[in-house]
């Protein structure tokens, strides 16, 4: 058996890594001849840098859609900000010596690692106690002192997951909205009893936006009961009408009712899809909660 042992040695140094966005990403290549003294190492010896999109096997473009170019040396620095991030790359150095090749193939990611963090407040309460569905919230998103000057160019936007299943979201333009959970859909299941608020606020400087999630924990709705209404005919101001809401359930008693009756049309479809009661001259509430 005959083995041919290689002469040529191609690396870059770091190997493959996840690197920063907004750092200049530095390629320290190295080549060497084993068979001949270190002050002859690149003696005889051509090199070329090469970069290929993972995501689509192309050349790496720019951030303006134009070619990524390198110099003829082993050390190279791509600019910062130049490679578009969230995508992985094959950044390869390729050493030929009259007819032997070798290649070093590092990947390299790169994420915006320096996306501000993203803080939120909501009253107390909704931190300890059960949410209704209607249920209005405060958030309030807390800007950065560095990122005061650009706040007016933000923008801010909230998704609900029932039970991390994603149902929803909703855009907002202020740093500080009132939402409820039953605001993003009127698809609801008794087993949802959690709801997660992921609210995020995109800098136009920075690709990806910055995030937070706030937990709520959701007060089920009563279950399995009817509306009972006698008599079913009258006439106004005449006839008196009992209304009754029975064998209602709820493990987080006790259960509080409220009667109200719409005068418009389509003001009680507008409400099964926002969860809430329409505060207008269209509904009239019958009793206070009881």
């Not at 390629?27 to 001949?36: A, D, H, Y």
Request: proline content about 6%.
């Amino acid at each position: 058996m005959f083995i041919e042992q290689a002469t040529l040695v191609v690396q870059v140094a770091g190997g493959s890594k996840i690197q920063g966005f907004t750092k200049p990403l530095n390629l320290e290549g190295e080549i060497s001849n084993l068979n001949v003294p270190k002050a002859d190492q690149l003696k005889g010896v051509t090199f070329a840098y090469s970069c290929e999109d993972k995501s689509t096997g192309q050349p790496c473009k720019q951030r303006d859609d134009t070619p990524i170019t390198f110099t003829d040396k082993l050390v190279q620095i791509l600019p910062a900000r130049q490679l578009p991030p969230y995508k992985a790359y094959d950044l390869t150095l390729t050493g030929n010596l009259a007819s032997e090749t070798q290649t070093a193939v590092n990947l390299i990611v790169i994420l915006d690692m320096d996306i501000p963090p993203l803080e939120t407040q909501i009253d107390q309460r909704f931190k300890n106690d059960l949410v209704n569905l209607h249920e209005q919230v405060r958030v309030k998103i807390i800007i950065q002192a560095d990122q005061i000057a650009n706040k007016n160019s933000f923008s801010y936007q909230a998704a609900i997951l029932y039970n991390l299943e994603d149902m929803g979201s909703k855009q907002f333009f202020h740093s500080e909205f009132v939402t409820a959970p039953w605001d993003y859909t009127n698809i609801y299941n008794s087993k949802y009893v959690e709801a997660t608020l992921r609210v995020s606020m995109h800098d136009p400087n920075f690709y990806m936006p910055s995030q937070s999630a706030i937990i709520l924990k959701l007060n089920i709705p009563p279950e399995n009961g009817n509306l009972v209404v006698a008599p079913l005919t009258g006439q106004a101001l005449v006839t008196d009408f009992v209304i009754q809401a029975l064998n209602y359930k709820d493990d987080n008693n006790p259960i509080a009712y409220e009667y109200y009756i719409n005068m418009c049309p389509g003001d009680y479809e507008n409400q099964l899809k926002t969860g809430s009661v329409a505060t207008s001259d269209c509904t009239n509430i019958l009793t206070e909660p009881i």
